[in-house]
C-alpha cells in the first residue's frame, strides 16, 4: 500500500496542492490537514508546505508554531514519523524547535525564484535515504527568508552529527556554511529551502525533486510497515 | 487645474470632479439636489475611471464575439470555453496613478484589485502578467519607481499565492513622471462554477466580506485615476491605498469555497468607488434596488462619515449576494478563513439605491442618506469628444531615420557596436532580475515561464496548454496610431503563436493622455481601430479592457500605450515547445515577409541613435494570419528546434537572444536587396526566426511554401562567434554579457544600506 502523507495547511498556505501532485505522480496518497486540526492517525509522512503561514506576520513561522496541528506535528515527530518542512514549512519547523537554526532575509535582500544546484551531503534524512551522497540535483528555490543561520556550536553538532541535508553549488542566499537543508539529529524532521514539488514531473524542466519525494515516500512506507509513528 | 478645482470656494460638485453640466443632469434626474452622500456617489461613478465615458463610444467598434467566448466585456472579466468543461477568465487593468505616487503599494493594490476581478468570476486566479513601463533607467527616479514597483508585485503577487509567469518592461524618456503598471490576470475555472455581479432575488442580502472599511483610497478613481499629474501630487497620497495580501489570499479561498458550495447567487469584488459600486452594480444589472444598512459596514475606524463608507476604496473586500438562509452557512465558512463578514444590504423591488444610516436604530419613516435610482450611478453621460490629427504628425512621419542611418551605416560598415549597444539597452536586455523576484512556478502548470515570446501554462487534467503574452509598442502608436494599434495585436499574437497557442481572446489596457485633448482622442479613435482590424482578421475577440487616461505630466502627454494581453489555446502539450535557445548545427531559416528599410520607431533609430520619426512597419494582416498558422502548426507539430519573434531591434537581436539562450553562436549571410543595417535592424512585422536540424530543413520550407509564407535559409548555428556576413561579428560572450548585465549595472547604480 503506498504511503500517505498529511499536508499542513494554514491560512496563507499556497503550495499545499503542489504538494499533493507531486506525492500523487509519485505514487503516494496526499491529504491536506487543516491547522486548526490535532491529529495525524493514519498519516505516515507529514509534510508542512510552503507559502505564507498567517501572512508571514510578525516574522515567518512565528504565528504558524502556535496552531493547533503543530502539538501533533510534534508529538508525530517525536514518535519517529517523517516531517519535512519546505520553504516556510522550513521556517516554521525551527520556529516551533523541532530543528535548530533560524533563516533570515536573504543575503541582498531580493525575493528569489530561481532553479539551483544542490549537493546531497547525507543520505541518513528521511529526504535522502537512499540518494547517494554528492548526488547533485537541480532544485527551484523560492523564498525572501533563506538565509540560514545557528550560532558556531550549533553548526558543529549540525556537521558532527550529520544533519546538514543539502548544500547549495553556488549560495544563492548567503546561507551560513550553503545549507539549504538539515535535519534533526534523528534524521525524521527535514527541513529545505528548496521545492522537490515543483520538479516532480519532467515537463516542468529537470525532475530531480522527485529524488527527494521519491526518498521521502520510501521512507514513509517503511515507516508505516514497521508502525512506530504513533 | 487640481490647486484650482479643490480650491474651498468651488461649489462640492466641482471639487468632487463633476462639471456643471452633469451636476444639472443629476438634479433632474432627481427632481430636486442631491444630498451630499448622492453627489459623492455620482462623483466617482460618473468619474472617467468608473463610466468610461470619454471612450464608451470607441470601445463599441471591438470585435467582441466568437462561439468559445462565454462572457464578453463589460463583466469582472471576460471568460472563454477551454473545453473539458473548463474555462478562463481574464483580465487586465492599470494602476498607473497610484504608482507614480506610492510605487511599491500603488504596485501592490493593482495586482490585488485585478485578482479579486478574476475570482469575483468563480475563477481560481492562476497567473499575472505585469507589462510595466518607466523612464530611462539611468534616471535616479525612474530606479526608484522602478524598484518599487518589482518590490510590490513580488511582494503582493508572491504572498497571495499567485504566480507572476510573464509580462514585459519597457523604458522610454516618455513614461518618466508617468509610469504605467499594468496588470494582467489569468484564473481557472469549472464552467458550471461561473458566477455574475448580479443581485438576483428579492429579499437577498448583500454580504460584504473582508477587510474592513478605512478612509484609505477616498475618491482614487476620481482623485488620481481621471487627473493629469500636477506638481505637489505628493498631497494625492491619501488616495492610495495600501493592500494586506493575506487577507486577500484568505479572501479567495473563501469566496471559492463559498461558490463551490453555491452558497452565493452573485459575486462583485470591491474596487473603484468601492460600496457605492458594487451595491449600486449589483442590484441594477439585476433590475432590483438595495437598500444599503450602513451602520453594519465594519469600519478600521470610529468617525467615518457616510461619504467616506460609502467610496473608501479599502483594499481585500468582497460582495456577495447571498439568500437569507444560507447567510449563517456564510458566516460560518468566512470565520473559518478568517473573515469578517457583515449583512450590509437588502435586494429590493423598489428599484432604488437607498443608503440608510442605521436602519435598526432610527424610528421607521427616517429619510435615507441617498435614495436614487439603482441604474442611474452606473449609467453616466457618454461624450463624444473632439478628435484632431495633431498638426505635427506630417511633419513627425516625414522625418525618417532610414536615410540618415543608411547613409551613416552603409553597406560594408562594421555594425558590431550596434548590436552590442542595441542588446545592452534595458527595453531589450535582459529582464531576469526583474522576474527572478516573482514566484513564477507556483501551481506547477508553468512549462515555459518569463523571458521567452510567451509563457505557457498547463492546464490540469488535459492536454491542453495556455500561451499567453503581453505586449505594448507605444512608439509606433505615436508614429501612426491606426497602424501602431495593429502592430501592437499582431505582435502578441505573434508571440503566442510561436508557443504553438492559437489565439483566442485578447484583452486591452489602454492607457492614453489627456481625452480633453482633442490629439489624444484621435490617438485613441485611431488605435481602437487598428487593432480591431488585426483582431478580425485572426479571429481573435475583445473579451475585456480597461481605459486609463489622463496619463500627462507637466502637460506632456504619454505615447499612446495600447498594452495588450493574448491568451491561446494550445491542443496538445506533451513537451514543453521548442523555445528560443539555438541548437548546434541547426539552420536557420526566416519565416514571413521580406524585410523592409523600416526604421521609423525601431529601438535602433530611436533609443540608440537618438532618432524620433518616421512611419512604422507596414501591416499586412493576410501575410500576419498566414504565417501565424504556420508557425503554430510546426510547433505544434514539433517540426521546429528553435522558434523566435523578431520583434524589438529586428532580426539580429532575435538570433543573438536565440544564441545567448542556446550557447552556440551562428552565421548568417544578409539578404541581398536591402541594406545590411535595415536588414539587421529594421522591425518589419511578421517576421518568424525558426531553426532546424538540417535534415528537417527542407521540409520547413516546403510547408512554408505550401501555407503561402516567404521563407529563406539565412544561415546555421554553432561556433563561438555571433556573425551576419559583411554586417557584424561579435564573440557570443561579448553579446551574452551585453546582454545579460546592462539592467543588473545600472540598479546596481544606487547605495542600497
Not at chain 1, 551531503?121 to 523560492?142: E, M, Q
Not at chain 2, 432590483?288 to 457616510?306: C, F, I, K, Q
Not at chain 2, 461619504?307 to 473586500?317: D, K, L, N, Y
Amino acid at each position: 500500500m503506498s504511503a500517505r502523507v498529511g499536508v499542513v495547511v494554514f491560512p496563507g498556505t499556497n503550495c499545499e496542492h503542489d504538494v499533493v501532485r507531486g506525492v500523487e505522480v509519485l505514487g503516494g496518497r496526499a491529504d491536506l490537514v487543516w491547522h486548526g486540526d490535532r491529529a495525524l492517525d493514519g498519516f505516515d509522512a507529514v509534510v508542512v508546505p510552503g507559502g505564507f503561514a498567517h501572512g508571514d506576520y510578525l516574522r515567518t513561522g512565528a504565528i504558524a508554531r502556535f496552531s493547533p496541528v503543530m502539538e501533533a506535528v510534534q508529538r508525530f515527530a517525536a514518535a519517529g514519523g517523517p516531517v519535512v518542512g519546505i520553504c516556510n514549512g522550513f521556517q516554521i519547523l525551527t520556529e516551533a524547535g523541532l530543528l535548530p537554526g533560524a533563516l533570515q532575509k536573504n543575503a541582498g535582500l531580493k525575493f528569489r525564484c530561481e532553479t539551483v544546484a544542490c549537493r546531497v551531503v547525507t543520505d541518513r534524512s528521511a529526504l535522502t535515504r537512499g540518494v547517494s551522497t554528492g548526488t547533485v540535483l537541480d532544485l527551484p528555490i523560492n523564498h525572501f527568508e533563506g538565509n540560514y543561520t545557528c550560532d558556531p556550536e550549533t553548526l558543529a553538532r549540525l556537521r558532527d552529527l550529520d544533519q546538514i541535508v543539502l548544500r547549495y553549488v553556488e549560495n544563492p542566499n548567503g546561507s551560513l556554511d550553503d545549507i539549504a537543508s538539515v535535519s534533526n539529529e534523528a534524521g525524521n524532521v527535514v527541513g529545505l529551502m528548496p521545492h522537490p514539488e515543483r520538479a516532480a514531473e519532467a515537463i516542468l524542466g529537470p525532475a530531480d525533486g522527485a529524488v527527494l519525494l521519491r526518498a521521502l515516500l520510501a521512507t514513509a512506507g517503511a515507516s508505516a510497515r514497521s508502525g512506530d509513528n504513533g | 487645474m487640481a490647486a484650482a478645482s479643490t480650491a474651498a470656494d468651488e461649489p462640492l460638485h466641482r471639487q468632487l470632479g463633476l462639471t456643471d453640466a452633469e451636476l444639472a443632469d443629476i438634479v433632474a434626474l432627481l427632481d430636486r439636489d442631491p444630498t451630499d452622500l448622492e453627489l459623492a456617489m455620482y462623483a466617482v461613478m460618473w468619474s472617467e475611471h468608473c463610466s468610461y465615458k470619454s471612450s464608451k463610444v470607441h470601445l463599441r467598434r471591438f470585435p467582441t464575439e466568437a462561439p468559445w467566448v462565454i462572457v464578453g466585456p463589460g463583466e469582472g472579466a471576460g471568460v472563454i470555453d477551454v473545453g473539458d468543461g473548463l474555462a478562463v477568465a481574464l483580465r487586465i487593468e492599470s494602476h498607473n496613478h497610484p504608482s507614480a505616487v506610492e510605487p511599491y503599494q500603488g504596485a501592490a493594490t493593482g495586482v490585488g484589485g485585478i485578482i479579486r476581478d478574476i475570482f469575483s468570476m468563480g475563477a481560481r486566479p492562476v497567473a499575472l502578467l505585469d507589462p510595466l513601463r518607466f523612464g530611462s533607467l539611468d534616471d535616479p527616479r525612474t530606479r526608484f519607481l522602478f524598484e518599487g514597483v518589482v518590490s510590490g508585485i513580488s511582494g503582493y503577487g508572491n504572498a497571495v499565492g499567485v504566480p507572476t509567469v510573464g509580462g514585459e518592461v519597457v523604458f522610454d524618456d516618455c513614461y518618466r513622471e508617468n509610469p504605467l503598471v499594468n496588470v494582467m490576470c489569468i484564473g481557472l475555472l469549472p464552467r458550471e462554477r461561473l458566477v455574475l455581479a448580479r443581485a438576483e432575488g428579492v429579499g437577498n442580502v448583500a454580504v460584504l466580506l473582508g477587510s474592513a472599511t478605512g478612509r484609505d483610497g477616498i475618491g482614487g478613481a476620481s482623485v488620481l485615476a481621471s487627473a493629469g499629474f500636477e506638481e505637489g501630487s505628493e498631497a494625492k497620497r491619501p488616495s492610495v491605498q495600501v493592500g494586506d495580501p493575506f487577507e486577500e489570499k484568505r479572501l479567495i479561498e473563501a469566496c471559492l469555497a463559498l461558490l463551490d458550495a453555491r452558497l452565493a447567487v452573485g459575486v462583485q469584488d470591491l474596487g473603484a468607488a468601492g460600496l457605492s459600486c458594487a451595491l449600486s452594480e449589483t442590484a441594477a444589472a439585476a433590475g432590483n434596488g438595495m437598500d444599503v444598512d450602513l451602520a453594519a459596514v465594519h469600519r478600521r475606524e470610529p468617525g467615518m462619515n457616510p461619504v467616506e463608507v460609502m467610496t473608501s476604496e479599502s483594499q481585500e473586500r468582497m460582495l456577495a449576494i447571498v439568500r437569507p438562509e444560507d447567510v449563517d452557512a456564510v458566516l460560518a465558512l468566512a470565520a473559518r478563513w478568517e473573515i469578517t463578514a457583515r449583512v450590509v444590504g437588502r435586494v429590493t423591488d423598489t428599484g432604488r439605491f437607498r443608503v440608510f444610516a442605521d436602519p435598526g436604530a432610527e424610528p421607521t419613516g427616517t429619510p435615507p442618506l441617498a435614495d436614487v435610482p439603482c441604474g442611474s450611478l452606473g449609467d453616466g453621460p457618454v461624450y463624444e469628444r473632439p478628435l484632431a490629427r495633431p498638426a505635427d504628425q506630417d511633419a513627425l512621419q516625414a522625418a525618417d531615420p532610414g536615410p540618415v542611418l543608411l547613409a551613416r551605416f552603409p553597406a560594408g560598415a562594421d555594425l558590431a557596436d550596434e548590436l552590442l549597444a542595441l542588446l545592452a539597452t534595458p527595453t531589450i536586455a535582459d529582464k531576469s532580475w526583474v522576474w527572478r523576484q516573482y514566484d513564477h512556478q507556483l501551481f506547477c502548470n508553468t512549462v515555459a515561464g518569463p523571458g521567452g515570446d510567451a509563457t505557457v501554462l498547463r492546464l490540469p487534467g488535459t492536454r491542453r496548454a495556455l500561451a499567453v503574452a503581453t505586449d505594448g509598442k507605444a512608439r509606433f502608436c505615436r508614429l501612426d496610431p491606426r497602424v501602431g494599434g495593429a502592430l501592437v495585436v499582431l505582435e502578441a499574437a505573434r508571440n503566442v503563436a510561436c508557443a504553438g497557442g492559437v489565439p483566442k481572446a485578447l484583452v486591452n489596457c489602454m492607457n492614453f493622455g489627456n481625452p480633453e485633448h482633442p490629439e489624444v482622442m484621435w490617438q485613441f479613435s485611431e488605435v481602437i481601430d487598428g487593432m480591431s482590424d488585426a483582431c478580425r482578421a485572426l479571429d481573435l475577440p475583445v473579451v475585456g479592457g480597461n481605459v486609463s487616461f489622463y496619463n500627462e505630466s507637466r502637460g506632456r502627454n504619454i505615447d499612446p500605450t495600447p498594452v495588450v494581453g493574448v491568451v491561446g489555446l494550445v491542443e496538445h502539450l506533451d513537451a514543453p515547445p521548442p523555445g528560443i535557445g539555438l541548437p548546434a548545427g541547426a539552420r536557420i531559416v526566416l519565416l514571413g515577409p521580406a524585410t523592409a528599410e523600416d526604421l521609423g520607431g525601431s529601438e535602433w533609430a530611436f533609443t540608440v541613435h537618438g532618432l524620433d520619426g518616421g512611419r512604422p512597419p507596414a501591416v499586412d494582416l493576410a501575410a500576419a494570419r498566414a504565417l501565424h498558422d504556420l508557425v503554430i502548426g510546426l510547433v505544434a507539430d514539433r517540426a521546429v528546434d528553435a522558434v523566435h519573434d523578431c520583434g524589438d531591434g529586428g532580426l539580429a537581436v532575435a538570433l543573438a537572444e536565440m544564441a545567448c539562450a542556446g550557447g552556440v553562436g551562428a552565421t548568417v549571410v544578409p539578404e541581398p536587396g536591402i541594406a545590411p543595417a535595415a536588414w539587421c535592424f529594421a522591425e518589419s512585422t511578421s517576421r518568424v526566426l525558426v531553426a532546424v536540424a538540417p535534415a528537417r530543413a527542407a521540409a520547413v520550407l516546403d510547408r512554408a511554401a505550401a501555407a503561402g509564407v516567404r521563407a529563406v535559409d539565412i544561415g546555421v548555428a554553432g561556433g563561438d562567434r555571433l556573425t551576419a556576413e559583411g554586417a557584424f561579428s561579435v564573440l557570443l560572450a561579448d553579446a551574452h554579457a551585453a546582454w545579460r548585465d546592462a539592467v543588473p549595472a545600472l540598479v546596481a547604480a544606487d547605495v542600497h544600506v
